[in-house]
């Protein structure tokens, strides 16, 4: 019978299954009257005919089986009867199905709630048609060059000689995040927004709600004063105005004109997708065009491209990747200063979007399994000390005739209706875990808020749920199965028929369950360790009363440095006079906010490096006053002055890193130093300042080179962060500092307000929610393990109460019995500390990659952990101890 015949015979016995079974009778009391009646014909006597007949036709109820089982009857109404005995019994022991469910849910609950995390973040189709054709060639660094990124952007010619030569890509986009001052609409409002090629919306295969994308016209220098609106945007700015196509909005003082708004929910790229190597908002509000000149680069140019693309249909990740090999060994050729900086690697959507949270995740996925396996063991002990109940009923069933599959059978379903039970608790709190999670998840996580119990997640739910029923319930099941009929009927069933076996089985999984929370709580541990070693890492600035904030300057507004410098020293200006504030700064970059800007540099005192040995420093542009805003201290000579201007000598400041690197024991003031690709004139280093943490606090300070901005030409000096240091909270700034900027123009909104404490914070997220997560289940796994352990050695107390009450009777005293549970515990406990040591030394050198400061074998955190474990396994035996001391050698000595 086929899975459809067999769904529908059971569909029909489910609704019929009493209709069916009166006519069976009816037709079974047929043949037994027919019968009678010809063995009457034959002269027997009424009695005796039905007599032969129904020895003729055997046992009743047997041909009844069998005729059910021919009819594919017998196994879906055995089932429900299982299912409805074991109801009943779980009934009777309210206790038992209580902690049972319970340790269930936890389990199911927990894994639930990850699973629907990993499933947004890894495994859910992103909302794109065709996302597996959407890939981005990013660019590698030069072999051996380490700045703390993994991938660079590429150039403008690099690009357009990709779109150009390209073979395997249908349509090609290039893009940059920048911000957009919104005038004249109301208050003066800073965006967030994307330059975009017009290749990057066909990549992505999207289109707008209202309007359309740009045109390839659009895409170029003199026609891009057009823009695409968030509908996040058009609503919140534009109230969702229909006629919103065609009318013209100021951005950075330039007239735009609106030509399409973008479905719900749709903000592309967002922060938490894109590398750290890139900087984009968490959400972007408009799209301009990316209008790249063809001819020689001006000033006002960005370098600095992220690349997407769509596949052609039916090329493939490696197809493509040799096609960008094969582009990259031409710019090679091409290009005399660019060796080794042509490698590319061409990465799918769905994997960037997932980023670095891939590991974490799955961390926390096999974390979240040990816990189940650690809850399916709890239980199972249970279900062992409960099958020695049940000894009388499982020998009376097979005394009278059921079959060894049978008695598995029946204990299966049990155990199974009892996962389902606590699968059905785990399904409310895994939603109850996902609300919280969503709420209070770090949003460096990409797509958290697309978590939800959708059918996949209900999918492996159900499959969790049966798989941890049937693995807890086998061994007890086998058990039952396996007894000798003989010994139990001899024994009456009584419980104390205990078997060497069934001790056995349960004490081995009391060790299993102490080694594997061993193994989960050194993880935490270790991870604990490490989130404290960073806490206590010195950043190279000081993030206690400091703010900073963003401004971005329209570039028809401030055409020339003279201009910039001049606003940026008014507003500086109006920031030192404001009362509480002790300094004012404004730089390019902000420490740990993930951007900095790395370049290739010279020496005067020595000859050019190329390939590999070229020297490379991050350039930051600041003003006189960032280091003492920011709290980074001028280790030698001296920081910008007022008087560092255009028309006096260039001058740097350098990193300790930098000067340790490259004169190491020698004194770098007075040396000479200056970007190397750029005609800059050399600038003498007059001062060295403390190392700082530029993306992480894990890093390794990078090299820095410092310059004042009122020196140099930039086109970052249009977008630039303003730093300020106060003597009192910097929340109480927060009213005056928009009046202070506003006062210099009052069309310069301001952005990204933060304070420095929480830019450090924000960076310590995803390791912070991996040790809580984990903490969570360290704990849960402590005390399910305690669980199992006061279960097992309580259990070994009442099936020794006799034995107690002979051993006190004879002399023993309390305190040496007490001992004798306690040493009984402490051995398990000492026997699974010694496996979980041995396992979590092998399973921690996979977490090498989430550590800092620590080593995957630290004896301190095996050994604490070890000690906790075994003080809890103790408190657990205690109470067993104490009730064993207590026990009344005549009472004892009359038990059973």
């Not at 984009?280 to 063809?294: D, E, G, H, K, T």
């Not at 509480?580 to 490096?609: H, L, N, Q, Y």
């Not at 034995?803 to 009777?809: Q, T, W």
């Amino acid at each position: 019978m086929n899975l459809l015949g067999v769904l529908r015979t059971f569909a029909a016995n489910v609704m019929h299954n009493s209709h069916i079974d009166d006519e069976m009778d009816e037709e079974l009391r047929s043949h037994l009257e027919n019968r009678t009646e010809d063995l009457e014909r034959s002269g027997l006597s009424h009695a005796e005919a039905a007599r032969r007949a129904r020895m003729e036709f055997g046992g009743y109820q047997k041909f009844k089986e069998e005729c059910r089982e021919a009819a594919s009857v017998h196994f879906f109404d055995t089932l429900l009867q299982d299912i409805r005995y074991g109801l009943r019994t779980l009934r009777k022991s309210p206790g038992f199905t209580a902690v049972a469910v319970l340790t269930l849910a936890l389990g199911i609950g927990a894994s639930t709630a990850v699973f629907s995390l990993v499933n947004a973040v890894l495994l859910k189709p992103l909302p794109f048609p065709h996302a597996e054709q959407i890939v981005f060639p990013w660019r590698l660094p030069r072999k051996g060059l380490n700045l703390g990124f993994d991938i660079y952007p590429w150039g403008r010619v690099d690009f357009l000689f990709f779109a150009q030569e390209t073979k395997t890509f249908e349509d090609l986009g290039a893009f940059l995040s920048g911000t957009f001052d919104l005038t004249g609409s109301g208050d003066p409002v800073q965006l967030n927004g994307l330059r975009a090629s017009a290749g990057f919306f066909p990549s992505l295969g999207v289109s707008p709600a209202l309007g359309r994308t740009f045109t390839d016209e659009e895409d170029r220098p003199g026609n891009e004063h057009v823009v695409i609106l968030s509908d996040a945007l058009w609503r919140e700015r534009f109230g969702g105005d229909q006629s919103i196509l065609g009318r013209a909005i100021e951005l950075n003082g330039a007239a735009y004109t609106v030509i399409g708004v973008m479905p719900p929910g749709f903000a592309f790229p967002r922060a938490n997708e894109m590398p750290d190597s890139f900087t984009f908002a968490p959400q972007v509000q408009l799209w301009v065009p990316l209008a790249l000149n063809r001819g020689p680069k001006i000033l006002n140019e960005s370098d600095e491209l992220a690349v997407i693309g769509r596949l052609k249909p039916g090329v493939t990740i490696s197809q493509a990747q040799a096609d960008m090999d094969v582009m990259g060994k031409r710019l090679e050729r091409d290009r005399k200063n660019g060796q080794g900086w042509f490698r590319s690697n061409v990465t799918p959507l769905a994997r960037q979007v997932a980023g670095d949270t891939r590991q974490p995740l799955l961390l926390i996925l096999a974390a979240v399994g040990v816990v189940v396996l650690i809850a399916c063991s709890n239980v199972a002990s249970l279900l062992l000390t409960r099958s020695l109940n049940r000894k009388r009923e499982m020998t009376v069933r097979a005394a009278l005739g059921a079959r060894a599959s049978r008695l598995i059978r029946q204990l299966l379903t049990e155990s199974v209706v009892l996962a389902g039970m606590g699968g059905v608790l785990g399904i409310l709190l895994a939603k109850l875990a996902i609300y919280f999670v969503k709420i209070f998840g770090p949003s460096s996580i990409p797509r958290l808020n697309e978590a939800s119990l959708d059918i996949r997640v209900f999918l492996f739910a159900l499959g969790v749920t049966l798989l941890t029923g049937i693995l807890f319930g086998l061994a007890p099941a086998l058990g039952a199965a396996r007894q000798n009929l003989v010994e139990s009927l001899k024994d009456g069933g009584r419980r104390s028929g205990s078997s060497r076996a069934s001790q056995n089985a349960r004490n081995s999984l009391l060790v299993s369950q102490i080694a594997l929370a061993l193994v989960l709580v050194i993880a935490t541990g270790l991870l604990t360790r490490t989130f404290y070693r960073l806490l206590k890492v010195d950043p190279g600035f000081q993030t206690e009363h400091a703010l900073t904030f963003q401004l971005t300057l329209p570039a028809s507004k401030y055409p020339d440095q003279a201009h910039i410098v001049s606003v940026y020293r008014q507003v500086l200006h109006h920031l030192q006079g404001l009362p509480g504030v002790e300094a004012a700064g404004v730089t390019e970059t902000v420490p740990m906010d993930g951007v900095t800007e790395s370049t290739a540099i010279r020496f005067s005192d020595r000859p050019r490096a190329n390939g590999p040995e070229t020297p490379m420093a991050n350039y930051t542009m600041v003003s006189p006053g960032y280091f003492a805003a920011a709290g980074t201290p001028i280790l030698r000579g001296r920081g910008f002055l007022e008087s560092d201007t255009a028309n006096s000598m260039p001058v740097s400041v350098i990193s300790e890193a930098l000067a340790r690197k490259y004169w190491p024991g020698q004194d770098p003031i007075g040396k000479r130093i200056a970007p190397r690709s750029l005609s800059f004139p050399e600038e003498t280093i007059v001062g060295i300042a403390a190392d700082v943490k530029r993306l992480s606090l894990r890093e390794s300070p990078p090299p820095e080179m410092y310059v004042p901005y009122t020196q140099k030409i930039w086109p970052s000096l249009l977008e630039m962060n303003v730093v300020v240091r106060t003597v009192q909270d910097p929340a109480s700034l927060t009213a005056s500092l928009p009046a202070a900027v506003h006062s210099v123009d009052p069309d310069l909104p301001i952005a990204n307000l933060r304070t420095l404490n929480s830019i450090v914070e924000d960076s310590m997220t995803v390791p912070r929610f991996a040790m809580l997560l984990l903490g969570a289940f360290g704990g849960l796994a402590l005390v399910l393990a305690a669980v199992g352990m006061y279960g097992v050695i309580s259990y070994n107390v009442t099936q020794r109460t006799q034995e107690i009450g002979i051993r006190m009777a004879l002399g023993a005293q309390r305190g040496s019995v007490f001992q004798m549970v306690l040493g009984q515990g402490a051995r398990l406990a000492a026997f699974g500390i010694a496996i979980g040591l041995a396992a979590a030394f092998a399973a921690t050198r996979l977490m090498r990659s989430f550590l800092y400061g620590v080593d995957s074998g630290d004896p301190l955190t095996f050994a604490a952990v070890a000690l906790l474990l075994a003080l809890v396994a103790l408190l657990a035996c205690y109470i067993p101890a104490r009730r064993a001391m207590r026990v009344d050698p005549m009472v004892a000595l009359r038990y059973e």
